[in-house]
């Protein structure tokens, strides 16, 4: 279980250089529990804050785990805010232009990663919950390792999944992890 108050040098190495970092048994199996029970007692799947007392708690528990409001003060700086209200992973990005969206390129700085001496901006960081096992081959989300800082355009042909050119990696992820993904990578995903 994911304690440390700061993150250590190997975890902010491996977010500086990957641009996600898996926060192993974040989410205990009790939490977990009551996540797929409230999902278990509807079919709808959006605006799951204004679900009936009961089953929304668990979801609104999720905005400040403190796992995740620890890790995002490390990340994004103190202070930070939520953009989003949870949602599933597997609902369709509306913004999404093909298979793999994503990038650096231009540098946007109101997206921007950068980290040097010690000093970090990440502007945005998507924080994805697994309830259930996400074994290898099985589908889901895909990264493009490192692509979160990026100077050269995402190729077309990788970007439309054509070509993954050895580069997809699917993530693998246990009940209970927590993904922290910078919002450059290049993302998308794999039929389940």
Known sequence: VVD???MTNEENYAFDVAGYL?????????DVDALNNALDQTT?????LAWPEGQRE???NLLVHPVLVRYLNQ???????????PRFLTEPDPNAAGPLTGGDEPRDQSRAYYHQNETRRCQFVRAIW????????VGGLVVVPCS???N??????????HDEMGLVKQIVLRKGDLLLLADTVVRGFKRW
């Open 22 to 30: 898996i926060l192993k048994g974040a989410l205990k199996s009790v």
């Open 130 to 137: 697994a309830l259930e096992d996400v074994n290898p081959g």
């Open 148 to 150: 979160h800082k990026e």
């Open 58 to 60: 668990p979801f609104r």
């Open 4 to 6: 440390n108050e700061v």
């Open 75 to 85: 990340i994004c700086g103190s202070g930070f805010r939520l953009e989003h209200l």
């Open 44 to 48: 709808d799947r959006h605006g799951m």
């Open 152 to 161: 050269v355009e995402t190729p077309s042909d990788l970007r439309e999944g």
